[in-house]
C-alpha cells in the first residue's frame, strides 16, 4: 500500500524520460511510480488535486537561513526611502528601550536613499544608545557613536582589520560607516549568539522557506567569519532539527575562518580543515556539511568587488580583496587537497579570475574529477572567462532577482560596456555549465518564483532589461531550481526531478511557471509542499477542502495556530 497517491494533478516532472504525469504514488518518502504504474494502487492518503500543478521541491543554492531568520525580529529597514525615514525608525523603536539597549536594524538600501546613516544622526534618533543597522548586502553596517566608542574607534585603540574600511569624513573622523570585514569591530560585541536563539531564527526562516516551495537550502556561510552568528553555529541547525521545525534539508557551507592547520598523516595530504577531518558531504539528507566557503572580494552594491577597471564614477575605486590574493589561492588549494567542495564569493571580475586560476591549480595539484567547485554570485564574468568555467569544470551560483532587487545600481557601477557581463545565465548554459538557482536572501527576497521570473524576463525595478541576451526560458528556470540546484550539490541522483526512486520533495502550485506569462510567475501561490511525502506546509488548506482521502502526514501538528502554515 501507498503511504500516499496524488492524483488528477498536472505534473511536472523535470525528468526528460517522462516529463508529465497526472499521478504519483509515494512509499517511504520515495517517488515509486507515476500514472498507470500506481493509478490502481490503494494508498492511505490520496490527495484529489483537481488539475493542481506539481513540480518538484525548489532548491535554492545560496542562501543565508540564520541572518534572514534573525532579521525577522529585527528593525526592518527595507522600506526606508530616504535617511530621514531610517532615523525616524530608529527614533520610534528608541522610544520604548531602556538607555543602553541596542537597536539593531537591518536591509537598509544606500543607493535607494542617496546616502548611509550618519552616526551624527543616529546619535540624535537613539538617544545615545549603540545603534547597529546592517546594509542589504551584508557587506556593511552602519553604527553610531556609542559602538564606536565600545569597540575602540574613537579613541584609536582598534585596529582596522585586512580586508575592512572604517570609513572616514573629510576630516578624519569615523561616519559610522564599516566596510566589509571592518565589521567584525561591530560584531566582537556581541557574537556568538546563544544557540537556542539561533535555533529559533533557523525555525523562523524555515517555516517561510517551505510556504515558498523550497525543500532543500544551502545555507552560505556558518561559524567564523564575514557573517557566522557562533563558532558553534551548527549546533543551531541540530536543535532545530531536534525540535522538528527544521522543514527543509540543509546543507551548510563552512566559512574559511573556520580551517586551521591539521596534523594527519603525511599520506593523508591533509593539512587544512576543521577538527576531526570532516568536510562536505558529512551528515546525512537532511543536515550535512557542504562546502567550504571562502569571500575573496567584496560586493557590487557596495562598490567593493575586485574589477579588473574602475567603477564608474570612481575613478580609483576597484574594490578589495578580503585577504592577500596569495593567501586566499594556498587556502582554496589546501582545502581541495583535503577533500573539501569549494565555494568561493566572488562577485567582480578580477575576484573571478583569482578563483578560477586557484581551481585550476588546486586540480593541476591533486586532480579531482567531477569536485563541482563553485564561484558564489559570479557577479561580472567577462567573455574570455566563460569558457574557463566549463574547462575547469567550476559551478556558477549567480542570483537572477539581484537584477530586480538592485540592478539598476549595479549597472550604473558597471556602466554599458560592461552591464552584458552582469549575472549571466544563457552563456553558461551554451557552454554546457549548468547554473542553480539561488537567492542570496536575505540581501534580495528569496521567493524561487520570483527567482525565476527574473530569469526569464531579466528586469530591472524601473524597467530596463538588463544583459537581453541572458535569458533563459521558463522551463529553464524551471530546471535552475530543481534538478540543476540539485546538481551542484551532488544531489541529483536523489532529487531535483519528480523520479522514482527519488525523494518524494513536491510543491503544490496554483499554476504552471512554464506556462503562464512571464510576468505571472512570481504570482503563482504555493498551496503545499511535501518533503519525503510529509506535508511540511499547506497542511491546513488540504485539510480545510474535501480533496484529502486519509489522514495527511505532516510534520508539523495541525492546530489552530499553524492551520495557515
Known amino acids: 500500500m501507498l503511504d500516499l497517491k496524488l492524483r488528477d494533478a498536472r505534473i511536472r516532472t523535470v525528468d526528460e524520460r517522462h516529463p508529465r504525469a497526472r499521478t504519483l504514488g509515494v512509499l517511504g518518502g520515495r517517488i515509486v511510480g507515476l500514472d498507470d504504474t500506481v493509478e490502481d494502487l490503494p494508498a492511505r492518503t490520496t490527495l484529489d488535486c483537481h488539475g493542481a500543478v506539481v513540480v518538484p521541491g525548489f532548491g535554492d543554492a545560496h542562501n543565508h537561513m540564520a541572518w534572514f531568520g534573525q532579521s525577522l525580529d529585527e528593525l526592518d529597514l527595507g522600506a526606508a526611502a530616504t535617511v530621514d525615514q531610517v532615523y525616524e525608525a530608529v527614533a520610534r523603536r528608541a522610544a520604548g528601550l531602556p538607555a543602553g539597549a541596542w537597536i539593531v536594524g537591518s536591509g537598509y538600501d544606500d543607493t535607494v536613499m542617496g546616502r548611509h546613516p550618519h552616526r551624527a544622526g543616529l546619535d540624535r534618533a537613539a538617544g545615545g544608545r549603540p545603534v547597529w543597522l546592517k546594509h542589504r548586502s551584508g557587506h556593511m553596517c552602519a553604527v553610531s557613536s556609542e559602538v564606536l566608542r565600545l569597540a575602540g574607534v574613537l579613541d584609536g585603540t582598534a585596529a582596522e582589520p585586512e580586508g575592512g574600511v572604517v570609513v572616514r569624513d573629510d576630516d578624519g573622523s569615523p561616519t559610522g560607516l564599516l566596510q566589509e570585514r571592518a565589521q567584525s569591530l561591530v560584531s566582537a560585541l556581541v557574537l556568538p549568539y546563544p544557540v537556542t536563539a539561533l535555533a529559533d531564527a533557523v525555525s523562523r526562516a524555515s517555516a517561510v522557506y517551505a510556504a515558498e516551495g523550497l525543500t532543500h537550502v544551502v545555507e552560505a556561510g556558518i561559524g567564523l567569519g564575514l557573517i557566522g552568528r557562533s563558532p558553534v553555529e551548527a549546533a543551531a541547525y541540530q536543535l532545530a532539527r531536534d525540535r522538528g521545525t527544521l522543514r527543509t534539508r540543509v546543507e551548510l ?57 574602475p567603477f564608474c564614477g570612481h575613478d580609483h575605486a576597484s574594490g578589495v580583496y578580503q585577504n592577500s590574493p596569495d593567501a586566499m589561492r594556498r587556502l582554496v588549494v589546501d582545502a581541495h587537497r583535503a577533500g573539501w567542495r569549494v565555494a568561493a564569493h566572488a562577485i567582480g571580475d578580477s575576484a573571478v579570475d583569482l578563483a578560477l586560476d586557484a581551481f585550476a591549480e588546486a586540480q593541476s595539484s591533486a586532480p579531482r574529477p567531477d569536485a563541482r567547485h563553485r564561484i558564489e554570485h559570479s557577479g561580472v564574468v567577462r567573455p574570455d572567462q566563460l569558457d574557463r568555467y566549463a574547462e575547469l569544470g567550476v559551478v556558477p551560483v549567480p542570483q537572477a532577482h539581484f537584477l530586480y532587487a538592485v540592478g539598476d545600481t549595479m549597472a550604473q557601477a558597471l556602466g554599458p560596456d560592461r552591464t552584458p557581463w552582469m549575472y549571466r545565465h544563457r552563456s553558461f548554459l551554451d557552454r554546457g555549465v549548468r547554473v542553480p538557482g539561488s537567492s542570496d536572501r536575505p540581501v534580495a527576497p528569496g521567493a524561487p518564483l520570483l527567482g525565476m521570473q527574473s530569469m526569464v524576463e531579466r528586469l530591472s525595478s524601473a524597467g530596463a532589461v538588463l544583459a537581453p541576451d541572458e535569458r533563459v526560458s521558463a522551463e529553464q528556470a524551471l530546471r535552475a531550481y530543481t534538478l540543476d540546484a540539485a546538481w551542484a550539490s551532488h544531489d541529483e541522483d536523489r532529487r531535483g526531478s519528480i523520479t522514482p526512486g527519488k525523494y518524494a520533495d513536491l510543491v503544490l502550485l496554483s499554476d504552471d511557471p512554464v506556462d503562464v506569462a512571464s510576468d505571472r510567475i512570481g504570482a503563482i501561490e504555493v498551496l503545499a509542499t511535501f518533503v519525503d511525502g510529509v506535508c511540511v506546509h499547506g497542511a491546513g488548506a488540504v485539510a480545510d477542502g474535501t480533496a484529502a482521502q486519509g489522514p495527511l502526514p505532516t510534520a508539523v501538528p495541525l492546530t489552530a495556530a499553524n492551520k495557515e502554515s
Do not use: C, Q, Y
Open 253 to 309: 557551507m563552512v566559512a574559511a575562518d573556520n580551517l586551521h592547520p591539521l596534523r594527519a598523516h603525511a599520506e593523508d595530504a591533509i593539512t587544512t580543515g576543521i577538527d576531526l577531518g570532516l568536510r562536505s558531504g558529512f551528515g546525512d539528507d537532511r543536515l550535512r556539511l557542504g562546502p567550504m566557503k571562502i569571500w575573496l572580494d567584496g560586493s557590487l552594491i557596495g562598490r567593493t568587488a575586485a574589477v579588473s577597471e
